[in-house]
């Protein structure tokens, strides 16, 4: 059982837009530590997607964003492509200064 | 363009010591953490622990009793050994540049299958 709580998998169509949560506690997201998103496509290693709750790495597009509140983070990707169909998750550590991941989502483009 | 690199036998028998080193290019090892992390096949991540280029290391609770990391900063490279592995210990093991926040760098992962 992940630290991080992440809906198993999340769906839409083309051009559409969708989000994943992440649901953690006041030991790690709820004591201020940031949230972190990565984007694992099939047979490769996870790519950072969002750092720092919302910002961007170089060359990621603007369609991806993240959000943070509380507890609970919030990746939303718009005018979805069928090229965003993967596995995502998010990540953050915690005050025993331990990494924490969530369970990750599967997204599939219909 | 900051490069990562693990190496280290694919296949390791039960109650042996799994060990990984993990090489580091276009740029240099100091002033980062540096994490592992493994994925067993059709599962999600899970963080084993990361070292800082001081020495100073931070492990997975779960794990610690049985992770041992090191770094060499003269040939950029930081290693990691798992003692008396079993078949749960079998997954892909990435290295990764650790920002001290989040992961920004990873290797291509390998894969350590436990088996007699």
């Known amino acids: 059982q992940s630290v991080l709580t992440q809906p198993p998998s999340v769906s839409g169509a083309p051009g559409q837009r969708v989000t994943i949560s992440c649901t953690g506690s006041?030991?790690?997201?709820?004591?201020?530590?940031?949230v972190h998103w990565y984007q694992q496509l099939p047979g490769t290693a996870p790519k950072l997607l969002i750092y720092?709750?919302?910002n961007r790495p170089s060359g990621v597009p603007d369609r991806f964003s993240g959000s943070k509140s509380g507890t609970s983070a919030s990746l939303a990707i718009t005018g979805l492509q069928a090229e965003d169909e993967a596995d995502y998750y998010c990540?953050?550590?915690?005050?025993?200064?331990?990494?924490?991941f969530g369970g990750g989502t599967k997204l599939t483009v219909l | 363009q900051v490069q990562l690199q693990e190496s280290g036998p694919g296949l390791v028998k039960p109650s042996e010591t799994l060990s990984l080193t993990c090489t580091v290019s276009g740029g240099s090892i100091s002033s980062y953490y540096w994490s592992w992390i493994r994925q067993p096949a059709g599962k999600g991540l899970e963080w084993i622990g990361r070292i800082y280029t001081s020495g100073s290391t931070n492990y997975n609770p779960s794990l610690k009793s049985r992770v041992t990391m090191s770094v060499d900063t003269s040939k950029n490279q930081f290693s990691l050994k798992l003692s008396s592995v079993t078949a749960a210990d079998t997954a892909v093991y990435y290295c990764?540049?650790?920002?001290?926040?989040?992961?920004?760098?990873w290797g291509q992962g390998t894969l350590v299958t436990v088996s007699s």
């Open positions: 006041s030991s790690n997201i709820g004591a201020g530590y940031d």
């Open positions: 720092g709750n919302s």
């Open positions: 990764a540049r650790d920002t001290g926040s989040h992961f920004d760098y």
């Open positions: 990540q953050s550590y915690d005050s025993s200064l331990v990494g924490v």
